[in-house]
C-alpha cells in the first residue's frame, strides 16, 4: 500500500466496552491466561487521595499516584505482589520477599482507565511495572493476535472483569520521533524499514490507532549502526473501527516524521519488499500458531467486539481494496479480521 499524505481520520472518541463472553473465557483458561487474583480491577478504585504525577521537565503525564487507607493498604500491597509473583515466578512468593509496592498511578485519560504498580526490588533499587485493566474481550483478542503473529511475546492474565497486563518496555514512540530519527543516514533507512513492517503488522490484523504515543520503540546496537523494531502497547482499538486508514500508522499525524523519514530513505520498490517480506513472516507464524489461532477465531465468532455499522463499513472498504465483494457480506468483525488476513497472506502486496 502506498504512503499517501491524507489523514483526516480520527478513532472514536468512546469506545464500546465488550466484556468477556463465555467462548473467550473458555479459550483463556485453555490457554492458561485466566487466574485465580486476590485484587479485582474494583479493589483498585478504593484509592481515597490522588496527586498528578509529572515528568521529570515538570510536565503533566496526565498520570495520577494515588493513595489508599491503611486498613486497605496492606491486603492491597499484598495481593499486588502476589500478582506479580504469578506472572513472574508462577506465584512462588518465596523468591519475592524482597520485593514491595512502591507506587500506583491512575490515568483516567482512554477506555481501559488502567492502574500501574510498580514493583521495586528494596535490595538494588530495580523496579519493574503491570498494569491492571478493565478486561475488555476486543481488547484481549488485540493481545492474543499480536502474541501469535507478531515478533513479541505477550505476557498478561485475567479474572473475571480484570485484565492484568505486563508492562512493554521500550522507548515511548513519540519521543523517538521527536529526538531520535535525525540520525546517521544509515539508521535512519532502518527506521523507515521497520516502520513500513510495523505498518504491515497493524493492517494485516487490524490494528488501530497506532498513533505515536501508542506504540514504542526498542533500539538494538548492532555491527554496524542499530536495529530498531516498533512494538505496539495499547490493544484497544483492535478491530473495532469501520475506516480502512485507521488501521494504518501512516495515516496518523502524530507519525508524519516516520512518514516523511521514510520518503526520503526508501524508494517504492524496497517499500513493496519489506511489506511482502513482513507477510511471509506472518504467512509462517500463522502456520505455527494455526491451531491456536483457530480456536481463538472460533471464540470471536461469538462474541461481539465491534458495532454492526463500523463491520459493514470496513467490509465495503476491504472489498474494494480486496477486489472482492465477499467482504460486504460479513456481519461480524471476527469473520472480518479471519477473513482479511488470509486474504492478506493470500495476494500480494497493492501494486
Given at each position: 500500500m502506498?504512503?499517501h ?7 472514536s472518541?468512546?469506545?464500546i466496552?465488550?466484556p468477556i463472553q463465555?467462548p ?6 485453555k490457554?492458561?491466561?485466566e487466574?485465580?487474583?486476590p ?6 478504585l478504593r484509592?481515597?487521595l490522588?496527586t498528578?504525577?509529572?515528568d521529570?521537565n515538570?510536565k503533566d503525564?496526565?498520570?495520577k499516584?494515588?493513595?489508599y487507607d491503611?486498613?486497605?493498604m ?8 502476589y500478582i506479580?509473583?504469578?506472572m ?12 514491595s ?7 483516567s485519560f ?5 492502574f500501574?504498580v510498580r514493583?521495586i526490588?528494596?535490595l538494588?533499587?530495580n523496579?519493574d ?5 478493565r478486561?475488555d ?12 503473529l507478531?515478533p513479541?511475546r ?7 472483569e480484570t485484565?492484568?497486563?505486563e508492562h512493554?518496555?521500550?522507548?515511548p514512540?513519540d ?9 546517521v ?20 490484523r487490524?490494528?488501530?490507532?497506532m498513533r505515536?504515543?501508542n506504540?514504542?520503540v526498542?533500539?538494538t546496537p548492532?555491527?554496524e549502526g542499530n536495529q530498531y523494531?516498533i512494538r505496539a502497547i ?7 473501527e469501520?475506516?480502512?486508514?485507521l488501521?494504518?500508522p501512516?495515516?496518523?499525524k502524530?507519525?508524519n ?10 524508494n517504492?520498490?524496497s ?5 511482502q517480506?513482513e507477510?511471509?513472516?506472518i504467512?509462517?507464524r ?7 489461532l ?5 471464540a ?11 463491520t459493514?463499513a470496513?467490509?465495503?472498504e ?8 465477499m467482504?460486504t ?7 472480518m479480521?479471519k477473513?482479511?488476513?488470509?486474504a492478506?497472506?493470500?495476494n500480494?502486496?497493492?501494486?
Amino acid at each position: 500500500m502506498t504512503l499517501h499524505i491524507d489523514r483526516n481520520d480520527v478513532p472514536s472518541k468512546k469506545k464500546i466496552f465488550y466484556p468477556i463472553q463465555k467462548p473467550l473465557r473458555n479459550y483463556l483458561i485453555k490457554f492458561e491466561r485466566e487466574a485465580d487474583l486476590p485484587i479485582q480491577y474494583s479493589d483498585m478504585l478504593r484509592f481515597n487521595l490522588s496527586t498528578p504525577l509529572l515528568d521529570k521537565n515538570g510536565k503533566d503525564t496526565l498520570w495520577k499516584t494515588v493513595y489508599y487507607d491503611e486498613s486497605e493498604m496492606k491486603e492491597l500491597y499484598a495481593g499486588l505482589k502476589y500478582i506479580y509473583a504469578i506472572m513472574h515466578a508462577a506465584g512462588r512468593l518465596t523468591v519475592m520477599n524482597h520485593l514491595s509496592v512502591a507506587r500506583i498511578d491512575y490515568c483516567s485519560f482512554g477506555n481501559s482507565k488502567p492502574f500501574r504498580v510498580r514493583i521495586i526490588n528494596r535490595l538494588n533499587d530495580n523496579y519493574d511495572h503491570f498494569y491492571v485493566k478493565r478486561a475488555d474481550a476486543s481488547r484481549i483478542y488485540g493481545l492474543e493476535l499480536e502474541h501469535i503473529l507478531s515478533p513479541n511475546r505477550i505476557n498478561y492474565i485475567t479474572n473475571k472483569e480484570t485484565l492484568i497486563e505486563e508492562h512493554i518496555p521500550g522507548l515511548p514512540g513519540d519521543v523517538f520521533v521527536d529526538e531520535y530519527i535525525n540520525d546517521v543516514k544509515f539508521n535512519q533507512t532502518r527506521i523507515s524499514k521497520e516502520f513500513v513492517k510495523f505498518n504491515e503488522r497493524c493492517f494485516v490484523r487490524l490494528l488501530g490507532d497506532m498513533r505515536s504515543y501508542n506504540f514504542v520503540v526498542e533500539i538494538t546496537p548492532d555491527i554496524e549502526g542499530n536495529q530498531y523494531r516498533i512494538r505496539a502497547i495499547d490493544f484497544d482499538q483492535q478491530s473495532y473501527e469501520g475506516r480502512l486508514k485507521l488501521y494504518l500508522p501512516q495515516y496518523f499525524k502524530e507519525n508524519n516524521n516516520l512518514v516523511f523519514l521514510g520518503m526520503d530513505s526508501i524508494n517504492e520498490q524496497s517499500m513493496k519488499q519489506y511489506q511482502q517480506e513482513e507477510r511471509s513472516i506472518i504467512s509462517h507464524r500463522v502456520k505455527l500458531g494455526r491451531y491456536r489461532l483457530r480456536e481463538l477465531f472460533e471464540a470471536s465468532l461469538q462474541d461481539e467486539i465491534a458495532p454492526l455499522e463500523k463491520t459493514l463499513a470496513l467490509g465495503q472498504e476491504l472489498a474494494n481494496y480486496h477486489q472482492d465483494k465477499m467482504f460486504t457480506k460479513i456481519r461480524h468483525m471476527g469473520h472480518m479480521v479471519k477473513a482479511h488476513l488470509y486474504a492478506c497472506l493470500v495476494n500480494r502486496v497493492n501494486d
